[in-house]
């Protein structure tokens, strides 16, 4: 019996989509899959609080994996990531993700010393991460520990000396804690585990190429009103668009999180009275960024600070409260009328 023409049309669809999942799939195994060559041995150090998206970093430079972002993909599925430990481990090049995996996650090679484990979600402050580090489970330090041991750690020589009176304790600090999952042996000094999340900070800077209209610490602030912004991800970089177009307009960027951050302590909404805070981290009193970020920033915010979406947008507002939605517009009549129709859904 001869097929319709639709069922000729659905076969050929199967078929293409087969033949794109095999491809998919051989050129994953390509750069996860184990080298059939037997490669050169390498020495791989994995030091304390390295987060497992740092250790594709290293195992890519050693030449045991071809691809970090491969690594760091797979690691996040599979659980084998979750017992990888600082040691000195014996490898080859070319072993590819699955075996290096395997090889870490082993018992051989590793430090067993006792560790703690924590995860600092994106857009905590520097005391908020401070009392995350202090209240993981088998953490040894006291909040007031880690606030000694903060004021010991020096700062990335591209972060601005001088910051004037600062709305929140250690605000020179604001930004440079990254946040990500690291593990850390508890014999650890409180200093050299803070070392290592701003180390952390200066690894993703690095990465990033900076525009020409901001510095590196520009870059990092921004993607801190970034983070504290957008709640969908996919919205990062048209907000950092708006934000670019009003720097060059020049426009006040008028960012809520700013003047929630210059009153200094959690408010659950922005009242007229406070825009009238007289601080420098008030984006609606004064002109271009702030002196400092406002909280940690996440890799995909500072990927967006630096690499906005090319559109004119100049505003954007809340439209959907549940889901954190924006919608953008390019002149204040559209906007004024986006926050109307956003009120009439919340009456």
């Known amino acids: 019996m001869a097929l319709s023409k639709s069922s000729k049309s659905f076969l050929l669809a199967m078929v293409a989509l087969g033949v794109l999942v095999a491809g998919g799939i051989v050129a994953l195994a390509a750069v996860t899959g184990d080298n059939s060559d037997e490669g050169e041995p390498v020495t791989v150090v994995i030091p304390e609080g390295l987060a497992a998206s740092g250790v594709g970093d290293i195992l890519a430079d050693q030449g045991v994996i071809r691809s970090a972002l491969a690594f760091r993909i797979a690691a996040r599925f ?47 402050t520097v005391i908020e991460t401070l009392e995350l580090l202090a209240e993981a ?46 593990e850390f042996r508890a014999d650890m000094e409180a200093q050299d585990v ?18 020409d209209n901001l510095t590196r610490h520009e870059v990092l602030v921004m993607a801190s009103l970034i983070e504290r912004e957008a709640r969908v991800v996919d919205e990062q970089r048209r907000i950092s668009a708006v934000m670019h177009n009003r720097l060059a307009e020049p426009m006040r960027l008028q960012v809520d999180a700013t003047v929630i951050y210059a009153i200094g302590e959690h408010v659950d909404r922005v009242l007229n009275e406070h825009l009238q805070i007289d601080s420098p981290w008030n984006t609606y009193r004064y002109d271009g960024l702030p002196p400092t970020p406002i909280s940690g920033a996440g890799r995909g915010a500072i990927e967006a600070a630096a690499d906005p979406v090319d559109e004119d947008y100049l505003y954007y507002v809340v439209i959907d409260p549940e889901t954190g939605e924006h919608g953008f517009s390019r002149t204040l009549e559209e906007h004024n009328q986006k926050v109307q129709e956003a009120r009439q859904r919340r009456e």
Not at 150 to 167: M, R, S
């Open 137 to 182: 489970d088998g953490s040894p330090f006291t909040r007031s520990e880690l606030e000694a041991a903060l004021n010991g750690v020096p700062l990335p020589e591209w972060v601005p000396a001088g910051i004037p009176d600062p709305p929140r304790e250690f605000a020179a600090y604001e930004g440079l804690l990254f946040p990500d999952t690291y």
């Open 78 to 124: 599979d659980e084998r990531a979750q017992r990888i430990r600082t040691g000195t481990y014996r490898m080859r090049t070319g072993m590819g993700t699955d075996a290096a995996l395997e090889e870490l996650a082993s018992a051989e090679g590793q430090d067993l010393a006792p560790s703690f484990r924590v995860t600092i979600p994106e857009g905590r």
């Open 194 to 211: 803070l070392d290592r999340l701003v180390e952390r900070t200066e690894q993703v800077m690095d990465a990033i190429d900076v525009p």
